[in-house]
């Protein structure tokens, strides 16, 4: 019987000698973190590698391959996956790992004693404190302390995502836009829901981005801001049959009429975790 989670990590390692090492330093830190905190095997997509640059480990794979754009890399990553006997997939950058909080990697464990539960959702995600507080959240909802609580969501962050394997069910499968290469989360949450399957966010697990000082996009919100305009200009009109708009005078998109035609589950799912 396989383990039920597989992380996937797309890893692509930059040429500048003092990037590249603080990124390996903290990629390093993040495995030693996956290793430690859970029992789930490892793949790792690597980009560029060189032999010494890996990690041994019984519980880890590599795919090597060379550097190529974020879009087909993902496209690689899922049918990886897809081709796996793992029934839900841990997608990763190389920096992602959980804040002590809530569950925090507990949350598999939890999940895996009764794994059936769960395929109500196609995908989940953690929230990411840097854009909803945590504290209060849980506050206003006691349910958290013995439930796993998942919510409709759509700010889906690349940097961790947890998917569910839709061929070992049989069912339609889901992948990433190649062509991609900003907005490559937000049209994997859009195009899940257009297939029919639940996205949802949790505040039982939340996501911590390790700093390295090597992203390979600018941390400025207002330099991003130009690229998720035309990623969801060119995703509303992908979508414009289901409804999907720009909210006017915006950089946003407006999912109202999207969901109205595409979302046909509950918004809320609540699990009670074991005693």
């Known amino acids: 019987m396989p383990e039920p989670f597989r992380a996937y990590i797309n890893s692509y390692l930059p040429p500048d000698p003092i990037s590249?090492?603080?990124?390996l330093e903290k990629h390093r830190e993040q495995l030693e973190w996956w290793l430690a905190r859970t029992t789930m095997p490892i793949t790792v997509l690597a980009g560029d590698y060189r032999p010494v640059e890996v990690t041994l480990n019984p519980r880890i794979t590599y795919l090597h391959q060379p550097m190529q754009p974020s879009g087909k890399a993902w496209v690689v990553r899922q049918e990886a996956f897809y081709a796996s006997e793992h029934e839900w997939g841990v997608m990763l950058d190389d920096d992602a790992i959980l804040y002590d909080a809530g569950s925090s990697s507990d949350i598999f464990e939890e999940m895996a004693g009764s794994l059936w539960r769960y395929r109500v959702m196609g995908a989940w995600y953690p929230q990411w404190p840097v854009k909803s507080g945590f504290n209060a959240q849980v506050a206003k909802d006691p349910r958290y302390k013995d439930h796993l609580i998942?919510?409709?969501?759509?700010?889906m962050k690349g940097s961790?995502?947890?998917?569910?394997?839709?061929?070992?069910?049989?069912?339609?499968?889901?992948?990433?836009?190649?062509?991609?290469?900003?907005?490559?989360d937000v049209g994997m949450a859009l195009?899940?829901?257009?297939?029919?399957?639940?996205?949802?966010?949790?505040?039982?697990?939340?996501?911590?981005?390790?700093?390295?000082?090597?992203?390979?996009?600018?941390?400025?919100?207002?330099?991003?801001?130009?690229?998720?305009?035309?990623?969801n200009i060119r995703l509303a009109a992908q979508y414009q049959h289901l409804g999907l708009r720009m909210k006017p005078g915006s950089h946003l998109l407006d999912r109202t009429e999207f969901f109205r035609q595409c979302w046909h589950m509950s918004k809320e799912v609540a699990f009670p975790k074991a005693p």
């Open 20 to 23: 590249r090492a603080l990124r």
């Open 150 to 155: 998942f919510r409709r969501g759509m700010d």
């Open 160 to 184: 961790m995502w947890v998917c569910r394997n839709f061929r070992l069910s049989g069912e339609r499968e889901v992948f990433p836009d190649p062509t991609f290469t900003w907005g490559e």
């Open 191 to 231: 195009a899940l829901v257009a297939a029919g399957y639940g996205v949802f966010s949790t505040f039982n697990a939340l996501l911590k981005e390790l700093p390295h000082g090597a992203s390979h996009f600018s941390d400025d919100p207002s330099a991003r801001k130009p690229y998720m305009a035309a990623a």
